[in-house]
């Protein structure tokens, strides 16, 4: 397995690399908006422009690593995502610079679910341990998206920043491309019965896809910061609770790892789910404030098991079935992060946070009812 994880690592940088480019605009927004004159409305849409070719790209390029293998696949999409930065960080105008963006968007589409298609055929024993490593290191390419990129930015200005995730993503996608193994003959078509669950793997995995990690990426992302703020919390004890979340993410990650490894996928994965929803619901009185965003985080960095299970349930061929379900994990994202918004302007935070409860109750049935069908003979 050394050997093996050795020429798989590039796989698990590559997501880490999409954590800190889908994050950048975020910590590079004041001076790039100075510099240029962008209104709020604008940056929003460099933002828009990003997922909407991340989410766009997520079932064609599914297929198309199913065709070619993921390493003929999410290394060249890297080399598209340097493109995407360097031509962003020679923009002079918004339309290059959502041109950019979207090339960004589209290069690191497969980040997750071509690193875990690669572990399913390299490292079949090990995929849901890896697969949680790589949630793990994304997380931490999401740390390296705050401090160290905004001291970046301030030594090299926005554009340098952005030449400097140029050169990362050119580097690691000729990297994964010399040293990633290379992958068997892979068709769309299984080969055994046990693809023929596959569609009905989309839907019940695309539910807990959509509910679990929506929700989880819509808190990390906005609400966690905002419900903070509205408690009344000044920056620092936001940015200590932002952090402790965070944090909390990366050891989840590791953590789901080893329970997978012991409990099995499915098993694992509820209880990530389990802690997740019992630390959101220690939010809405915020008593024990810090303890529900360390669950939050903790049961949210079992994330990636998603996909993992996934493909343990789809078999060969399950490229174009870990785009879809991925695919519903981003439209969650969208849709309960706006959702929120809106809940909260007319009701408050304490009918957002049952909504949220009741997402997490139906994506929990989801994965029972999922399970039950793959223990069907």
Do not use: K
Not at 129 to 140: E, Q, R
Not at 168 to 187: E, K, M, N
Not at 250 to 277: D, I
Not at 325 to 333: C, M, T
């Amino acid at each position: 397995m050394g050997a093996v994880a050795y020429r798989l690592l590039p796989y698990a940088l590559a997501y880490a690399l999409s954590y800190l480019l889908r994050s950048a605009n975020a910590v590079l927004a004041e001076p790039l908006a100075a510099e240029l004159h962008l209104a709020p409305a604008l940056l929003g849409g460099l933002t828009a422009s990003f997922y909407l070719a991340f989410a766009l790209g997520q079932v064609p390029l599914g297929w198309l690593m199913e065709r070619r293998g993921p390493r003929r696949t999410l290394f060249p999409l890297l080399l598209v995502a340097g493109l995407g930065s360097f031509l962003f960080a020679l923009a002079t105008s918004p339309a290059f610079l959502m041109a950019g963006r979207a090339l960004m968007g589209v290069g690191v589409a497969l980040a997750l679910v071509g690193s875990v298609r690669a572990y399913q055929l390299h490292a079949p024993a090990h995929l849901a341990s890896l697969s949680a490593f790589t949630v793990a290191l994304g997380g931490l390419g999401g740390l390296m998206a705050t401090v160290p990129l905004a001291l970046l930015g301030e030594r090299l200005g926005w554009r340098g920043a952005f030449v400097v995730l140029a050169l990362a993503s050119w580097g690691l996608g000729l990297l994964g491309l010399a040293v990633g193994p290379s992958d068997p003959q892979v068709g769309l078509r299984p080969s055994h019965p046990e693809g023929a669950r596959a569609p009905r793997g989309a839907l019940g995995m695309g539910v807990v896809a959509f509910a679990y990690i929506g929700s989880f990426f819509a808190l990390q992302s906005l609400w966690a910061g905002a419900f903070a703020y509205h408690l009344g919390l000044e920056a620092l004890q936001v940015s200590r609770l932002l952090f402790l979340l965070n944090g909390a993410s990366v050891l989840g990650g590791l953590l789901a790892g080893l329970l997978a490894r012991y409990l099995g996928v499915g098993p694992a994965l509820m209880v990530g789910m389990l802690v997740f929803a019992c630390g959101l619901a220690l939010w809405p009185g915020g008593l024990l404030l810090p303890v529900g965003y360390a669950m939050v985080g903790l049961g949210g960095g079992f994330n990636g098991l998603v996909l993992a299970y996934t493909a343990s349930l789809a078999g060969p061929g399950a490229g174009g079935v870990l785009g879809l379900v991925n695919l519903a994990g981003v439209v969650g994202i969208f849709l309960v992060q706006g959702g929120l918004g809106v809940v909260v302007e007319r009701l408050g935070y304490g009918p957002a946070f049952l909504v949220l409860l009741t997402l997490q109750v139906l994506a929990a049935a989801a994965l029972l009812r999922q399970r039950q069908r793959a223990s069907r003979p």
